[in-house]
């Protein structure tokens, strides 16, 4: 049974940061995102990593967010610094198994002051 377990959201101020942590389980991972909603907004990309050691990341989040991973463990981080309001949301991590999509059940991130 694949499990995926996000944890490491919290409050923040503006200009913080927070790491978050995806751990997935009951297989074996080549991909993995981070999508995240903020209330009243639909669902949106945010960051992906793959085994091959591809990377990419949403405009809004480029140079402040980074997309990491720990193979052995199955388990990616996603650093958040230079936090701001509009980060706000639930995030929620993304991982494949052969065609079926797989989904933590999400971690609240506030920034404000």
């Known amino acids: 049974q694949v499990q995926v377990v996000e944890s490491g959201g919290g409050l923040a101020?503006?200009?913080?940061?927070l790491r978050l942590s995806c751990a997935a389980s009951?297989?074996?991972?080549?991909i993995y995102r981070w999508?995240?909603?903020?209330?009243?907004k639909q669902r949106e990309f945010v960051a992906t990593i793959s085994s091959s050691g591809y990377i990419s990341y949403a405009d809004s989040v480029k140079g402040r967010f980074t997309i990491s991973g720990d193979g052995a463990r199955n388990t990616v981080y996603l650093q958040?610094?230079?936090?701001?309001?509009e980060d706000t949301a639930i995030y929620y991590c993304n991982t494949r198994?052969?065609?079926?999509?797989?989904?933590?059940?999400?971690t609240q991130v506030t920034v404000s002051s």
């Not at 009951?26 to 080549?30: C, V």
């Not at 958040?80 to 309001?85: A, D, F, G, I, R």
């Not at 198994?97 to 999400?106: K, N, R, T, V």
């Open 13 to 17: 101020q503006p200009g913080g940061s």
């Open 26 to 30: 009951g297989g074996s991972f080549s």
């Open 35 to 40: 999508y995240r909603q903020a209330p009243g």
């Open 80 to 85: 958040m610094n230079s936090l701001k309001p």
């Open 97 to 106: 198994l052969g065609f079926l999509d797989y989904w933590g059940q999400g």
